[in-house]
């Protein structure tokens, strides 16, 4: 685990990636979450959100809120406050710079390096841990704000919520709306191996929009 990084210098200027929404997480059973992601094609993506699980040492089933990085299929983590089960606004920013931000309710509350290359894809998304974990998440109103040039600023096409694993759906509450688009999350997790868990396999329901390219 990386350890949390507190609001650092945020870098002047507009940022490549604005992504917001307002999110909740809720189930029952062992752990369950609800993100926003960005990622590309090259094996490197972040997500920022809320996260209950009872195997953290850290949270122990608190809701927390919770950043996760993969650089070049690297995969770190970290917890930074107490968060709530509730409807809460968030978001993130990327620049160009390889820095990455993290927003709770309009305010930024941590920063860390990024490296993203090439077109990015969004999610609205969320998780759960464990067989018959149940998962009921929200991801509402997200607003993406995405390029430097004309040819590559927006999204392309609408949302696709075809990505569901382990039981878990995502479904658009308002479709065929790209910005503000709102999704519930919902699942009971089957089918994991013995042993498995949300680290060891995709356990998600997710809702995704690529960049224009």
């Known amino acids: 685990m990386s350890p949390a990084s507190a609001a650092g210098a945020v870098p002047k200027g507009s940022p490549y990636l604005l992504y917001t929404a307002s999110i909740s997480a809720n189930g029952t059973g062992t752990g369950y979450s609800s993100y926003i992601n960005v990622h590309d094609a090259h094996n490197n993506a972040y997500a920022f959100g809320i996260q209950s699980d009872k195997g953290s040492p850290q949270s122990k089933g608190k809701p927390r809120y919770i950043w996760e990085r993969v650089q070049n299929g690297k995969f770190t983590y970290g917890y930074l406050g107490p968060a709530t089960n509730k409807l809460t606004p968030i978001g993130m920013r990327w620049y160009k710079n390889d820095v990455a931000t993290m927003i709770v309710n309009h305010k930024t509350i941590g920063t860390l390096k990024l490296n993203l290359d090439g077109r990015l894809f969004f999610n609205a998304e969320a998780n759960a841990r464990l067989n018959g974990d149940v998962v009921h998440s929200t991801v509402q109103n997200t607003r993406i704000t995405v390029g430097d040039r004309k040819s590559n600023t927006g999204?392309?096409?609408?949302?696709?919520?075809?990505?569901?694993?382990?039981?878990?759906?995502?479904?658009?509450?308002?479709?065929?709306?790209?910005?503000?688009?709102?999704?519930?999350?919902?699942?009971r997790v089957t089918g994991l191996p013995r042993g498995g868990n949300w680290d060891t396999a995709q356990v998600s329901g997710i809702g995704m929009i690529a960049q224009k390219w």
């Open 155 to 187: 999204l392309n096409g609408k949302w696709d919520t075809s990505f569901s694993f382990h039981g878990l759906k995502a479904k658009q509450t308002n479709s065929p709306r790209v910005q503000g688009a709102s999704f519930k999350i919902d699942g």
